[in-house]
Nanobody, 127 residues
Framework: EVQLVESGGGSVQAGGSLRLSCKAS?????MGWFRQAPGKEREGVAF?????????FYADSVKGRFTISQDLGEATVYLEMNSLKPEDTAMYYC??????????????????????WGQGTRVTVSS
C-alpha cells in the first residue's frame, strides 16, 4: 500500500501561482496529478515517470503554464502552476501507480490506472 500526502493549494487571483507537493511512502514508476471541478469528470493534468530522465506528459489545457517535477530521493512530486486561470479551480489529487511505458499523455490520463490516491487539495482561482 502506497500512502500519498499532498500539500500546497489555496486561493489566488488569476495570473497567480501555486505549488503542490505530493510525498509517497513507497516507489511506483509513475506519479501524476488529476483535478476535478464541481459537476465535472476527473481530468488528468500532468504525469511524470519516476526515472532519472523524468519524462513528463501534460494536458493541453495546462501546457506552458504547469510544470511537474520530482525529487527522487525524497519520493516527492511537485506541480508548479503559473498563470492560473479561474477554470483551473478544482480539487487536485495526486495519484501513483505502476504504469506501462506509454509515449503519449492520454494513456496516463485514465484514473482507473492508478490504485493510489492522495486526499486532495483545493485550488481556487478568482478573476
Amino acid at each position: 500500500e502506497v500512502q500519498l500526502v499532498e500539500s500546497g493549494g489555496g486561493s489566488v487571483q488569476a495570473g497567480g501561482s501555486l505549488r503542490l507537493s505530493c510525498k509517497a511512502s513507497a516507489y511506483t514508476n509513475c506519479m501524476g496529478w488529476f483535478r476535478q471541478a464541481p459537476g465535472k469528470e476527473r481530468e488528468g493534468v500532468a504525469f511524470i515517470r519516476r526515472t532519472t530522465a523524468g519524462t513528463t506528459f501534460y494536458a493541453d489545457s495546462v501546457k506552458g503554464r504547469f510544470t511537474i517535477s520530482q525529487d527522487l530521493g525524497e519520493a516527492t512530486v511537485y506541480l508548479e502552476m503559473n498563470s492560473l486561470k479561474p477554470e483551473d479551480t478544482a480539487m487536485y489529487y495526486c495519484a501513483a501507480g505502476k504504469i506501462a511505458n506509454y509515449a503519449y499523455y492520454s494513456a496516463y490520463a485514465d484514473p482507473l490506472k492508478y490504485p493510489y490516491w492522495g486526499q486532495g487539495t483545493r485550488v481556487t482561482v478568482s478573476s
